[in-house]
């Protein structure tokens, strides 16, 4: 008698109440498990309904419809003589649990809820779920009456159990029993269990694949035993991508493994153990044994079969159909976030664009970091599908057909298939620079997107006129001796008048091209400007969706020039070198006059350690100053100013955040009030408990200076000079092997507000400083080796000139001007 297990993991990208399509979708998977000799599938969280029904699980339709499906599972000729389990949502007794249901041969074995709920991040799942709270207890649950008479079965254990086979055990954890302090999967291995089954739900965000890998490894290394992790990929229907990652370990090491991004629906690895290998490891471990043999055990629900010994049905699976994969497990390569940026987004837009019914997207193209960044990961999305056709995909196919409305398109070039999907529009006024024009019209050619360059002037000054006709009065900008008010309510008509024109053109474009259906308008703006509400409300900022909306402008960079070399696309050094600009001010003598971090009054570095210690640290205006300020290395009072500067402007612009565009979720400092940062939006600007404590702190701060710094003759004491940075803020190279780099502000969420080690002059010891808008951001490109970016600004470009001017409320605040509350 053998002790090889054949086991498949599923990764399936399902869709929130699509029942149709997520039967057919775990149908697939389960004829490919067969296919691949399996005898044991499992599959992602709420497979059978979709992860994000929200609200819909309050329904009891979605109850129906997921017992429905079961029965249709159950039934399917492929899923007879192996067992299987799926995801979804049960009732017992009037309460909703998150369940895995496992089946053999058209008879439900157990119901296993979901013990530990998930309330962090983007997950709400008391909301619609309880926890099961009866640890290793089980009741029986009845049957809804149509399922009992067609599977001549009334009752089911529900509750705490495992699955007992002839040659082994199965127990369950459900996503987030993995992360929790107190596994499950500690307790079930000492119980005996030998396979721990994971049905997962986990989503995407930058840096986070190692953690997911890790904690599979960990799992299956202290306490032995199998450990199959099976999870979502894809947009099914929310603003999250789920990651994929699907993985089997073993005694510590994993065995087989599937990707984190790509296009397919259905993607099934399979991987083959030894029971003895598990066996001998547990047996070896003395101090596990010593535990084992005190350990309660678990209600085993008995089942009369062998994994190890039921016949497999090896068959090949039609060409052109997914195919189980078997890769093997090694050093798990990690994705660089410049990557990440370049596939999951671009998967992201794909899930909604075919999902939608769209022909397509449009994209106001500015030639600037944040929109040429949109208009590159469409791109990648094409070169995404053209590789996904070429691989025998034919739903990527079929999808790509029904998208352009021609049945017999074959994607075969990624430059065409772009110039299908993405239209792309340059809408210039009088205050566009000629270089902003042409690096637009230059990348749209390296990408071959169908691109428009209009001027918009003639649509502002109508709208202005409308405003003289009613009020006498004509505004003025500040270099015409404007007042901000003035200056602000001038640069917002012209960025809200090519948000009303881009939907315009998104509504008609595939009418004037002889195509049926309309474009999805791309926004642009990236999480820091979000964050410090740097956009005008109801400006190209608003659209139908937003890919860069969860990632930072260091990241973007980096992905920019990412792509320049991987995608071939000359045009993006100048685009990163260019400092970024709103052009909504006159010109003066045809050259940029404005900028963004000049206009922020903060670098966007600075943006994103003051987002990570806002939300990650849970950081208030008085804690983030003293954080800030016992990092040392910089003036406090210059400190003071900024947290201050900051957290005004955030007050201000925070209701911007509830009209948010749907954006893809990345960063973990996301400002996103939908769902992942939840804040009120009404605030009191000026914050003046809160800023007079940092008032405070800081004078306390300068007695202590002034007592310790004292010369013994009473005079003033100057502090020496910072030398300069031995290396850029933003600097860093991260390998692809490592996950969690410790230096640079690109790839970790240490301190990034002061960046770069300095050399103390006194005990030469290593200090640091607040990074500054004048120091250089470094991106590796090709040809020269690194391009140096927005190094050697003058002051008026860069954020190196910031002053008390930009803290007050009036005038420095796209969009919504304010006096002191």
Same mark, same amino acid.
């Given at each position: ?59 009891? +339709? ?59 991040? !983007? ?60 596994? &499950? ?22 840096? &986070?694949?190692?953690?997911?890998? %890790?904690?599979? $490894? ?32 073993? !005694? ?21 153990? %030894? ?30 079969? /062998? ?30 976030? /410049? ?11 794909? +899930? ?184 005008? &409300? ?14 930072? &402008? ?10 320049? $070399? ?32 000049? %206009? ?71 400002? +996103? ?5 939840? $804040? ?142």
């Amino acid at each position: 008698m053998g002790h090889t297990v054949r086991v498949a993991v599923a990764t399936l990208n399902q869709w929130a109440m699509d029942f149709q399509g997520n039967l057919e979708r775990i149908l697939r998977s389960i004829e490919i498990a067969v296919a691949g000799g399996a005898t044991y599938r499992t599959g992602p969280e709420l497979e059978v309904s979709g992860y994000s029904c929200e609200d819909h699980f309050h329904e009891p +339709d979605t109850y129906l419809h997921c017992w429905e499906v079961l029965l249709e599972l159950m039934r399917a000729p492929a899923a007879q003589n192996m067992l299987i389990d799926v995801g979804m949502p049960v009732q017992h007794r009037n309460v909703a649990y998150n369940c895995r249901v496992a089946f053999y041969n058209e008879r439900i074995v157990l119901v296993r809820p979901k013990m530990i709920m998930c309330d962090d991040g !983007n997950y709400r799942e008391t909301r619609w779920f309880s926890p099961w709270t009866k640890e290793r207890q089980t009741e029986e649950l009845q049957l809804p009456r149509f399922v009992a008479l067609a599977l001549g079965q009334e009752t089911v254990p529900i509750g705490d159990a495992v699955i007992a086979t002839r040659d082994t055990c199965l127990g369950y954890e459900i996503c987030e029993e993995l992360w929790n302090p107190r596994s &499950k999967h500690i307790d079930m291995s000492l119980a005996g269990v030998e396979i721990i089954v994971n049905g997962s739900g986990s989503y995407m965000q930058l840096r &986070k694949a190692h953690i997911t890998t %890790d904690l599979i $490894r960990n799992a299956s290394y202290k306490a032995g035993g199998a450990y199959l992790f099976s999870n979502l990929r894809g947009c099914d229907g929310q603003r999250v991508y789920f990651n994929g990652c699907s993985a089997v370990a073993l !005694n510590g090491q994993v065995v087989a493994r599937g990707r984190q991004f790509a296009l397919g629906e259905v993607e099934v690895t399979v991987a083959a153990f %030894d029971l003895q290998d598990i066996r001998a490891y547990r047996g070896a471990l003395r101090s596990r044994s010593s535990l084992a043999a005190s350990t309660p055990t678990y209600p085993r629900i008995q089942l009369p079969i /062998e994994l190890a010994g039921l016949a497999a049905n090896w068959h090949t699976t039609p060409a052109g159909e997914p195919q189980a994969t078997t890769t093997q497990g090694g050093e798990w390569s990690y994705h660089r976030p /410049e990557e990440e940026i370049a596939l999951g987004p671009a998967c992201w837009l794909w +899930d909604y664009l075919r999902r939608s019914g769209q022909g397509g997207f449009f994209l106001p193209l500015s030639g600037g970091v944040d929109s040429s960044s949109t208009a590159i990961i469409v791109y990648s999305m094409c070169r995404l599908v053209v590789e996904a056709v070429a691989g025998g995909d034919r739903q990527v196919r079929d999808d790509c057909r029904k998208i352009l409305a021609d049945p017999d398109y074959l994607p075969t070039d990624a430059g065409d298939l772009c110039g299908r999907l993405l239209f792309t529009c340059y809408m210039g006024t009088e205050n566009s620079s000629q270089e902003t024009r042409r690096r637009a019209s230059t990348l749209a050619a390296q990408i071959r997107s169908h691109h428009l360059d209009i001027g918009i002037d003639t649509a502002v000054s109508a709208l202005l006129g409308v405003f003289r006709l009613a009020t006498g009065q004509t505004p003025r900008f500040r270099t015409d001796g404007g007042c901000p008010r003035q200056n602000l309510a001038l640069q917002n008509i012209q960025a809200r008048t090519r948000m009303v024109l881009a939907y315009l053109f998104a509504q008609l474009m595939l009418w004037v091209r002889g195509r049926p259906g309309g474009l999805l308008v791309l926004g642009s703006a990236n999480v820091d400007e979000a964050l410090r509400g740097y956009m005008t &409300k109801y400006d190209c900022s608003s659209a139908d969706v937003n890919p860069i909306g969860g990632i930072s &402008k260091v990241d973007l960079r980096r992905f920019l020039a990412y792509a320049q $070399r991987e995608f071939s696309l000359p045009v993006v050094a100048e685009i990163v070198q260019a400092p970024p600009t709103a052009e909504l001010e006159p010109l003066v003598d045809g050259a940029i006059a404005q900028t963004d971090e000049q %206009d922020m009054g903060l670098t966007y570095a600075e943006l994103g350690e003051f987002g990570r210690l806002r939300k990650q640290a849970f950081c208030g205006p008085f804690s983030m100053f003293c954080k800030l300020a016992a990092a040392g290395g910089r003036d406090p009072a210059e400190i003071a100013d900024k947290v201050k500067h900051f957290f005004r402007c955030y007050a201000i612009n925070r209701h911007k955040m509830t009209v948010l565009t749907p954006s893809y979720h990345a960063e973990s400092y996301s400002p +996103d009030d939908n769902r992942f940062d939840h $804040r009120p939006f009404l605030y009191r600007a000026n914050w003046t408990w809160q800023f007079r404590a940092i008032d405070a702190e800081l004078e306390q701060l300068a007695r202590h200076h002034h007592l310790h710094h004292t010369p013994p003759n009473g005079s003033t004491a100057v502090p020496p000079p910072l030398p300069p940075p031995s290396r850029p803020a933003d600097e860093h190279d991260s390998s692809p092997h490592d996950p969690s780099p410790t230096t640079g502000t690109g790839d970790h969420h240490g301190t990034l507000f002061f960046a770069g080690p300095h050399t103390g002059s006194a005990n030469n010891t290593t200090t640091t400083t607040m990074s500054g808008a004048a120091s250089a951001h470094h991106l590796y490109l090709p040809g020269d080796g690194q391009l140096t970016v927005a190094a050697g600004l003058p002051k008026s470009q860069s954020s190196g000139g910031y002053s008390r001017m930009h803290s007050s409320v009036m005038g420095k605040i796209k969009d919504r001007t304010g006096v002191p509350v």
